[in-house]
C-alpha cells in the first residue's frame, strides 16, 4: 500500500462537512484550525466556511487579530470565510429578558434560570452542540471547522450526540406515561395555556423533532466523507500519550481520524545556523512577553520564572529537582528588576493555615508539572509535623499518573503516591464515579427506594438508565471533581491540598460553581409554590403505597436533602473566598495566545473574590550569550522530540494516517498573512 501524503491536502480537498481540530492543550490547535480554515475558503471559493471555537477561553480573537462573537462574522481579508466563538447567553442579557418581563410570571422565571444555566459546568459543550444543530437545519455553511477545547472536554461534546439521542428516547418513553399531566400542570401555571391566539406546548411534538435532527448528526458524525477529526499534538511524552487515548476515543464514537499534526519540531541539525538564529528570535519574542508581564503583576504577584529544561519533569526524582525550582532553592536570572516579593512559591509554603491551592491556566503551560512539584515541596514540608498532602485533578484528561509515574486510582479516593511517605494524590473520573454513585443510590439510598416503591416509582425512570446517561453528560467532570472538593472541606484529613485544574475556561467554571449552584437551589426554593400545581396533581393521581407513604412526602424528604445540600455549598464557596485559607496559582508561558489568557483569568478570579498573588513562567529559554550554551539545550531538546517522533510513526503508520511535520518557528502565527503561511506548511501548497 502506497504511503499517504504528509500533509493535509486530503482535508482541505475533501468535501467534509465538519472538520474538528483538536488535541492537549497548548500544542497549536487554534493555529492549526485557523489556518486550515483559511486554507479551505480558499481552496472552495464557492462554498462557504464557518471557523467556530468550542473553547470556554476563546483564541480565534486573537489568532486573527479580529474580534469576534457568538454570532458569525465575516473574517476580513479571507473571502467565504465565517467565524464565531460559540458563548453561553450572557447574564446581562437574560437579566433584561427578565425584566422585559415584568420581574414576574413563567418568562421571568425562565429567563431566571437560564441566567443561572449559563454559568453551569458543561454549557460551553451543550451551547456548542445547538449550534451545530442549527447548522445541520439550516445547511447554512458547506463546511465547519472547529477549533475545540482540550481533549477531555472535546470528547465530551463529541460524544454529546449519541448521549442525546439516548436521552430523548428516554424521555420520549416517560412523556408517553406522564404528557397529559405534565401539559395540564402547564396550563395550571399559566406557561402552556395556548391563549393569546398562542399554540399549546407539544412537547411531543418537540421531542419527535430535535430527535430527528439528533440523529442526523449522529449519522452525520459517523460518516468519514463527511466528518473529520485532524489531531494536533507536539513531540512530548504528555502529549503523545494523550493524542493516542483520544485517537481510541474517536474510534470508540465512529469519528475517523487520520490526520496527525506534529507541531513545535526543532531542527534535525541542532548545530546548523538556522538553529542558532531560532533560538536568538524565540528569545526575543520571549523577552518582550516576559516584560509584559512585569509591567503587569511585578508590583502585587510573585512572579516565578522558571527555564525550558534539556530533559522532561517524570518520576519522583526529577519531581523533586523541579520542586527546588519552584520554592527557589535553585534558580535562573532571568533578567527581572528584584521586588519585594520573592521570585518563588515559597510565600504558599510558609503561609500557615493555607489548606487549598489551585494550579491553572492555558493548556500545554506546564500545570501539571508545576502542581506536582509544589505538592511535593509541600510533602516535605509538612512531613516534619507528619502531616499528609493531597494533590488532586479535576482535568478530565489526567497526567498526574504521567508525571509520577505511577497508576493512581480513579475512583475519586486518594493514592499513597510510591517514593513519598505523606504524599497522596486523586485523578476523579468523572464516568467510574457517576457508575458508582448511581449503583449505590440504585442498590442501598433509603430515599431512591421510598420513591421507587411509593404510587410515583413507576413513573420514575430506572436510575441504571440515568446513571449511563450522566456518566456522560458534558460538565460531569466538573461536578464530580466539585462533590469530591466538598467531601475534602469536611473531611480536612489533609494539611494542604493542591488541585491541578482543568484549563482556564473549565476551571473558571469549576470554581464558579458554587454561587451558582447556591443561586440555583436558592431560586428552586422561590419557585416551589409554582411547582405545587404539578407535584399535587401527580400525588394526588398516584395515591399512596401500602405504608401509607405518598410521592409527595418523599419528595419532601428529597426537599430537605437539597437544603442540607445548600449548607454544604455555601461552606465551599466561603472557603474559596478566604485568602487565609484558598489562593491560586497561575502558570503561563512567554507567548502571546498565553499571557492575554493569564490576564483575564487573573481578572475573572479577581471578579469572584479568589486570592491570587502568584503567576509561573514557564519554558524560559535560559539568556545565556555563549553559542555552545544555548546549542547544547537545543540539542537535548532535539534529541528527546526525535525518540517521540519514532513513537508516532509506529502508532500511526503512513499506510493509514497523514502525519503532517511542522517545525518550531521563529515567530508568531498572528495574523491572516501568517496564517496562509502557515496553512502552506499545513499542506504542502
Known amino acids: 500500500m502506497a504511503e499517504l501524503a504528509a500533509n493535509l491536502s486530503n482535508v482541505v480537498s475533501g468535501q ?17 484550525a485557523c489556518a486550515l480554515a483559511v486554507a479551505v475558503a480558499a481552496a472552495r471559493p464557492d462554498k462557504t466556511v464557518c471557523l467556530i471555537s468550542t473553547d470556554p477561553a476563546h483564541n ?14 465575516s473574517v476580513t481579508g479571507v473571502p467565504g470565510l465565517d467565524a464565531m466563538e460559540v458563548e453561553p447567553p450572557s447574564a446581562d442579557s437574560l437579566v433584561a429578558t427578565a425584566e422585559g418581563a415584568g420581574g414576574a410570571g413563567p418568562e421571568a422565571s425562565l429567563a431566571a434560570m437560564s441566567q443561572l444555566t449559563s454559568a453551569i459546568p458543561g454549557i460551553d459543550e451543550a451551547v456548542s452542540f445547538g449550534a451545530l444543530m442549527q447548522s445541520v437545519q439550516s445547511m447554512q455553511y458547506d463546511t465547519v471547522v472547529f477549533d475545540t477545547a482540550p481533549t477531555g472536554h472535546t470528547l ?18 416517560l412523556h408517553s406515561q406522564l404528557g397529559p399531566m405534565f401539559n395540564a400542570g402547564l396550563a395550571a401555571m399559566g406557561v402552556n395555556s395556548g391563549g393569546d391566539g398562542n399554540e399549546p406546548f407539544d412537547a411531543g411534538a418537540r421531542l419527535a423533532e430535535l430527535s ?46 487520520n490526520n496527525i499534526v506534529v507541531n513545535q519540531l526543532i531542527p534535525a541539525n541542532p548545530d546548523s545556523a538556522a538553529s542558532a538564529q531560532l533560538y536568538t528570535a524565540r528569545l526575543a519574542i520571549q523577552r518582550k512577553y516576559l516584560e509584559q508581564m512585569r509591567e503587569l503583576y511585578s508590583d502585587d504577584f510573585h512572579i516565578t520564572p522558571l527555564p525550558l529544561l534539556a530533559a522532561e519533569v517524570r518520576g519522583s526524582d526529577s519531581l523533586r529537582s523541579f520542586a527546588k525550582r519552584v520554592t527557589g532553592e535553585v534558580a535562573v536570572d532571568f533578567g527581572l528588576p528584584t521586588t519585594d516579593l520573592e521570585p518563588s512559591l515559597t510565600n504558599i509554603m510558609s503561609q500557615t493555615g493555607l489548606v487549598w491551592t489551585f494550579v491553572g491556566g492555558k493548556g500545554g503551560v506546564g500545570k501539571t508539572t508545576t502542581s506536582a512539584a509544589l505538592a511535593v515541596a509541600l510533602a516535605a514540608d509538612a512531613a516534619k509535623r507528619s502531616a499528609k498532602v493531597l494533590v488532586v485533578s479535576t482535568d478530565p484528561a489526567h497526567n498526574l499518573s504521567d508525571a509520577f509515574g505511577v497508576k493512581i486510582s480513579p475512583d475519586a479516593k486518594p493514592t499513597p503516591v510510591a517514593g513519598f511517605d505523606n504524599l497522596y494524590a486523586m485523578e476523579v473520573d468523572a464516568a467510574t464515579v457517576t457508575e458508582e454513585f448511581f449503583a449505590n443510590l440504585s442498590a442501598s439510598s433509603e430515599e431512591a427506594a421510598a420513591l421507587r416503591n411509593s404510587p410515583l416509582g413507576a413513573l420514575m425512570p430506572n436510575t441504571n438508565d440515568i446513571g449511563s446517561l450522566a456518566k456522560n453528560v458534558p460538565g460531569i467532570d466538573e461536578a464530580v471533581s466539585f462533590s469530591s472538593i466538598m467531601r475534602l472541606v469536611r473531611s480536612m484529613d489533609f494539611e494542604r491540598v493542591v488541585f491541578d485544574m482543568a484549563p482556564t475556561g473549565h476551571a473558571l467554571r469549576l470554581l464558579g460553581l458554587p454561587d451558582t449552584l447556591d443561586k440555583l437551589l436558592a431560586k428552586l426554593s422561590d419557585m416551589k409554590s409554582q411547582m405545587d400545581p404539578i407535584l399535587s396533581m401527580l400525588a394526588t393521581s398516584a395515591g399512596r403505597d401500602a405504608n401509607g407513604a405518598s410521592g409527595q412526602s418523599v419528595m419532601d424528604q428529597l426537599g430537605e436533602r437539597l437544603e442540607s445540600l ?22 503561563a508561558i512567554a507567548e502571546f495566545l498565553s499571557v492575554y489568557e493569564t490576564e483575564r483569568l487573573v481578572q475573572e478570579l479577581a471578579n469572584m473574590g ?36 519514532d513513537q508516532i510513526e509506529e502508532l500511526y503508520p503512513p499506510d493509514d494516517f497523514h502525519v503532517t511535520r511542522v517545525p518550531m518557528l521563529s515567530e508568531e502565527v498572528r495574523g491572516v498573512d501568517a496564517l496562509r503561511a502557515f496553512a502552506t506548511r499545513l499542506t504542502n501548497s
Open 156 to 173: 465530551r461534546l463529541l460524544g454529546f450526540p449519541k448521549l442525546l439521542d439516548m436521552a430523548l428516547d428516554k424521555l420520549t418513553e
Open 60 to 73: 480565534l480573537s486573537d489568532a486573527f487579530g479580529q474580534k469576534f462573537s457568538r454570532e458569525p462574522t
Open 16 to 32: 467534509f462537512k465538519w472538520i474538528f481540530v483538536g488535541g492537549k492543550g497548548g500544542v497549536g490547535k487554534t493555529t492549526t
Open 610 to 645: 479568589m486570592d491570587v498573588r502568584n503567576v509561573v513562567v514557564n519554558q524560559l529559554m535560559p539568556p545565556t550569550e555563549a553559542v555552545e550554551d544555548r546549542m547544547a539545550i537545543l540539542r537535548a531538546r532535539a534529541k528527546m522530540q526525535a525518540g517521540y517522533v
Open 212 to 257: 430527528t435532527v439528533v440523529k442526523q448528526v449522529v449519522t452525520q458524525f459517523r460518516n468519514p466523507a463527511s466528518t473529520t477529526f485532524v489531531a494536533v499534538c507536539i513531540p512530548e511524552f504528555l502529549s503523545v500519550y494523550e493524542t493516542e487515548r483520544l485517537s481510541q476515543e474517536l474510534s470508540k464514537l465512529g469519528i475517523a481520524c
Open 566 to 587: 445548600q449548607a454544604d455549598v455555601r461552606e465551599v464557596a466561603s472557603t474559596l473566598s478566604d485568602a487565609e485559607k484558598s489562593t491560586f496559582v497561575a502558570v
